[in-house]
């Protein structure tokens, strides 16, 4: 086959695929709009530790089957870094992959399977706190992910490009809608990082949603 001729289909092939995985840019929010204090005392002090969606939510109805990953860092003095913990509402906890490096490619994949329901629930904006949030001398000691690639099913769907803030920042995306009796899985891949001040170790302490189809 003519060189030419290869090169042409080559450029074809890669700007057709391109163009259909859109690219996503997280939008900066603020924690106060979705943590809130367990309670207050008559002055207002705040009680107890921050909650993450304090009240009603898309967790009201909605709901994660399971968590998988490509890897997880060992636990070390008693603290385990599991998939989990992107998803226990819980700044505190984090997932963290477990490479020897900065962890390229490694992926968390939330599946949903909703079982003898009717239809009707969707998502449409991932809540994310990005690195390790426990406290700003581990978010900057640990890697944060500067870009995920998200698949919907196996199948690529956007390039998410994220904020290296320490407060939460959301990712709007088309509604997806949850079959009943079929799962659902979206993988979010880690594509790049924002470096560390000195351990590898890429963490994502919230990766959560808000949808449609609960109240």
């Not at 690219?23 to 993450?52: C, R």
């Not at 599946?111 to 904006?125: A, E, P, S, T």
């Not at 992910?145 to 998410?160: A, E, F, G, R, T």
Request: proline share 2%.
């Amino acid at each position: 086959m003519n060189k030419n001729l290869i090169l042409i289909l080559i450029f074809f092939t890669t700007n057709i695929f391109s163009q259909s995985i859109k690219t996503i840019s997280a939008i900066q929010g603020k924690d106060s709009d979705y943590f809130e204090y367990e309670d207050y005392d008559e002055n207002q002090n705040p009680i107890g530790k921050l909650e993450f969606l304090k009240g009603c939510s898309w967790y009201c109805g909605g709901s994660v089957t399971e968590i998988i990953v490509s890897s997880e860092l060992k636990e070390q003095n008693g603290i385990h870094y599991s998939p989990k913990n992107a998803h226990d509402f819980d700044k505190n906890t984090a997932w963290i992959e477990g490479k020897p490096d900065y962890g390229i490619g490694e992926f968390i994949e939330y599946r949903f399977d909703f079982k003898n329901y009717n239809g009707g629930l969707g998502i449409n904006k991932i809540l994310l706190t990005n690195g390790y949030k426990k406290d700003k001398t581990n978010w900057k000691n640990n890697s944060r992910v500067k870009q995920l690639k998200m698949y919907i099913n196996d199948k690529p769907y956007s390039i998410i490009n994220l904020l290296d803030s320490f407060e939460i920042q959301t990712i709007e995306i088309d509604k997806i809608m949850f079959p009943s009796n079929k799962m659902t899985k979206l993988r979010f891949e880690i594509l790049d990082i924002y470096k560390e001040d000195k351990f590898k170790d890429t963490a994502i302490s919230l990766l959560m949603f808000e949808g449609i189809g609960v109240h």
